[in-house]
């Protein structure tokens, strides 16, 4: 393998520190601190300091919700399917909106998984500093973890820094990485396919550069990458597109998701820095207005700061109840 690595004269292939080694199988460490300690805490507030059912409370929840970046429409669906039913108290209007909440996104839920014995892709996208990069090496992480033998493409070829930062998390993840400084994107994904190919890797995850998404250039970039991913990869591989969301940014990244669509079919999202924020109703909006599943959830700088979105888990935590 190494003088086939070696044989490609115009990218770099930097193959695991352990290389060789036999393949760890050993469980993902459990995430602690679930979806971060701001989420829920005003909803929970909001039902803890309110006893009477009425319109002053409805009021509030509508405001509550909002603060957790909601969005506007989706709230006011949900409070208006509330305020024409009658209840007991405000604990079963809590519990009745959790249950909606979770219903809802399950309806969506589309769980994607790695084959070990067939090749899968995924490109992942974003605005700039969503937080792309990070994930790449958490998800690596997680994939090598559970058997696979992973190749990240350093699709980012803008920065010198970019390919910098994902190789510390390529060594981390123990992922070959696979680089062209200041080539074209579409060429790294091309040598990262082949480089899958001879070395037998079951999933190879492609970084991009940020871009915002009113650069065309960039957002037409990405389709280039597509394409070319589209004629290398082998027939019957897996391809997953994610958009990577800050949810610190909130109802904007519902603005950008809705670009990103119009440049390349997605999968779903990842939504990152929830540990940092109350936001996390825009997970509500996305589902709604786009009706995609977030599929990962980013609560932390760290390699197991990952967790993979649960409906259920989700929905109670946003509105301030435990994980029954
Ligand atoms: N608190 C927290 N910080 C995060 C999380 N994910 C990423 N970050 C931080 O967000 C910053 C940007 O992350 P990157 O992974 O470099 O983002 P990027 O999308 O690759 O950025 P560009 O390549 O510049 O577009 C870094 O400081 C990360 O440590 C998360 O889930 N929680
Ligand atoms: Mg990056």
């Given at each position: 393998m190494f003088s086939w690595f070696q044989s490609k004269k115009t990218s770099t292939v930097t193959p695991p520190p352990n290389e060789g080694a036999p393949v760890k199988t050993a469980p993902v460490k459990t995430v602690n601190g679930g979806w971060g300690q701001k989420m829920g805490g005003a909803l929970a507030n909001l039902f803890g300091t309110h006893t009477t059912v009425d319109t002053y409370f409805f009021d509030e929840l509508e405001d509550t919700l909002l603060l957790a970046d909601v969005g506007v429409s989706t709230a006011t669906r949900w409070v208006d399917g509330l305020k024409n039913q009658?209840?007991?108290?405000?604990?079963?209007?809590?519990?009745?909106?959790?249950?909606?909440?979770?219903?809802?996104?399950?309806?969506?839920?589309?769980?994607?998984?790695?084959?070990?014995?067939?090749?899968?892709?995924?490109?992942?996208?974003?605005?700039?500093?969503?937080?792309?990069?990070?994930?790449?090496?958490?998800?690596?992480?997680r994939l090598k973890n559970e058997g696979h033998r992973v190749v990240i493409g350093a699709g980012d070829t803008f920065r010198a820094a970019a390919v910098e930062q994902l190789a510390v998390w390529a060594t981390r993840a123990e992922a070959t990485l696979v680089s062209k400084p200041n080539g074209d994107p579409a060429a790294v994904a091309y040598e990262a396919i082949d480089v899958a190919k001879h070395s037998n890797a079951s999933v190879i995850i492609l970084d991009t550069a940020g871009r915002l998404q009113n650069q065309i250039n960039l957002m037409n970039e990405l389709k280039k990458i597509d394409g070319v991913i589209a004629k290398q990869l082998p027939v019957g591989s897996q391809r997953v597109n994610w958009l990577v969301l800050d949810a610190t940014t909130g109802q904007n990244g519902l603005q950008q998701a809705s670009v990103f669509t119009q440049s390349l079919p997605l999968h779903g999202i990842v939504l990152t820095k929830l540990d940092g924020t109350a936001k996390g109703g825009v997970v509500l909006s996305i589902a709604d207005e786009l009706k995609l599943p977030v599929q990962w959830v980013g609560v932390g700088e760290s390699i197991e700061d990952l967790i993979p979105f649960e409906p259920k888990a989700f929905a109670r935590s946003l509105c301030g109840l435990r994980d029954s």
């Open positions: 009658s209840w007991k108290s405000t604990s079963a209007v809590q519990e009745a909106l959790a249950q909606s909440i979770e219903a809802q996104l399950l309806a969506l839920q589309k769980p994607i998984t790695f084959d070990p014995a067939k090749l899968s892709l995924v490109m992942v996208t974003g605005v700039n500093g969503a937080g792309k990069t990070t994930f790449i090496g958490k998800l690596a992480h």
